[in-house]
């Protein structure tokens, strides 16, 4: 387990919204759903009742019988026969029972350790102690452990990410970016290589943004998108005002896409920044209205008026059929803002 560097111990002060580009990410950890289950135990194959489990050892909450009824399929079963220390990691909600997989003796110490920890992680103070303890995972010779903290510093907001993408290497960064079976998870990664001022690592970003716009390729875009502008600034910003936001050929999931990376950035301490997507936003409600629901959140959140004829445009446009609520919306920033 690392010991973390002391500035990382100390920036962790006050924990923000999640970062929404790592969405893709699981939205429940597992340690989320340690922390919620009724209960969570240990079990392997019940030898009474093939292809199904047993409890052996109750972590939290309590069981008036051992069998539980969930199917154990044949590789489970197979890993369990193969060492008799490995368990099923399971969990009962009110809705049943869920398998988390099989655990090897040290996930089980991880397991046990969230447990204990959890009491600690409520509140702001919380969050920060709950991520220092996961960046002390971080590269974990046990994969598993190591995927486990990988989601749960998915969840960080941004501006945690920010800072402790300084003290990883790229090395250890390279799998995320290049395996195949880490293709959904990789948003992450490239929010974190995006910290580093490298020419190769800029080059990298810059190269993939590009062919995501030449070819209208949407995996990661959120975060290939974010990278950009964080290498780029204004600068990028303006590229994806040209290639994606003023051309009304791009799909209504680039244009979310591209238009998730720019709130990104709108929300961080950058009044620069935050000015030129404010004037971007133009574009986008001129282009492609269908996103005014993504807009007038961040216009309204960050006070912006002088959006109100756009506004009243996009209402009055009977084809585009919005929701009720994003009406709604629209109508409560005219109301607050036309004055």
């Known amino acids: 387990m690392k010991t973390l560097p002391l500035f990382l111990m100390t920036f962790l002060a006050?924990?923000?919204i999640a970062c929404p580009i790592c969405m893709p990410l699981p939205q429940q950890t597992v340690a989320d759903q340690l922390i919620d289950a009724e209960v969570v135990a240990f079990g392997r194959e019940d030898p009474e009742h093939p292809f199904s489990y047993a409890a052996v050892k109750i972590l939290?909450?309590?069981?008036?019988?051992?069998?539980?009824?969930?199917?154990?399929?044949s590789a489970t079963r197979r890993q369990l026969a193969a060492d008799e220390k490995r368990f099923v990691l399971l969990v009962k909600f009110p809705g049943g029972w869920r398998c988390l997989g099989?655990?090897?003796?040290?996930?089980?110490?991880?397991?046990?350790?969230?447990?204990?920890?959890a009491p600690e992680w409520r509140g702001a103070e919380g969050q920060r102690k709950r991520l220092e303890y996961f960046l002390t995972l971080w590269n974990h010779e046990n994969r598993a452990v190591f995927e486990l903290a990988y989601l749960e510093?998915?969840?960080?907001?941004?501006?945690s990410i920010q800072k402790f993408a300084t003290a990883i290497s790229i090395e250890e960064l390279q799998?995320?970016?290049t395996r195949r079976d880490y293709l959904e998870w990789r948003s992450l990664a490239i929010l974190m290589i995006a910290q580093r001022n490298d020419d190769a690592t800029q080059q990298l970003i810059t190269k993939?943004?590009?062919?995501c716009a030449r070819f209208s390729l949407t995996k990661n875009l959120p975060a290939w998108a974010t990278a950009y502008v964080e290498t780029h600034k204004t600068a990028g910003i303006d590229v994806i005002n040209e290639k994606y936001?003023?051309?009304?050929?791009?799909?209504?999931?680039e244009i979310r896409s591209v238009v998730a990376a720019l709130s990104l950035h709108g929300r961080q301490d950058d009044a620069g920044l935050r000015a030129?997507?404010?004037?971007?936003?133009?574009s986008v409600l001129d282009v492609h209205p269908r996103v005014a629901d993504v807009v007038v959140r961040d216009l309204t959140e960050w006070k912006e008026s002088g959006f109100s004829r756009e506004f009243q445009k996009i209402l009055a446009n009977s084809r585009l059929d919005l929701d009720p609520k994003v009406v709604s919306s629209l109508q409560n920033y005219i109301l607050h803002f036309s004055h």
């Open 14 to 16: 006050g924990q923000a």
């Open 102 to 117: 099989v655990a090897d003796d040290e996930y089980q110490k991880i397991v046990r350790r969230i447990l204990v920890f």
């Open 276 to 282: 030129r997507i404010v004037a971007s936003y133009r």
């Open 245 to 253: 936001l003023k051309d009304p050929a791009r799909s209504e999931e």
């Open 175 to 177: 799998p995320m970016l």
């Open 153 to 159: 510093l998915g969840k960080a907001p941004y501006s």
């Open 208 to 211: 993939t943004f590009e062919n």
């Open 60 to 73: 939290k909450g309590e069981l008036a019988d051992s069998h539980i009824e969930l199917f154990a399929d």
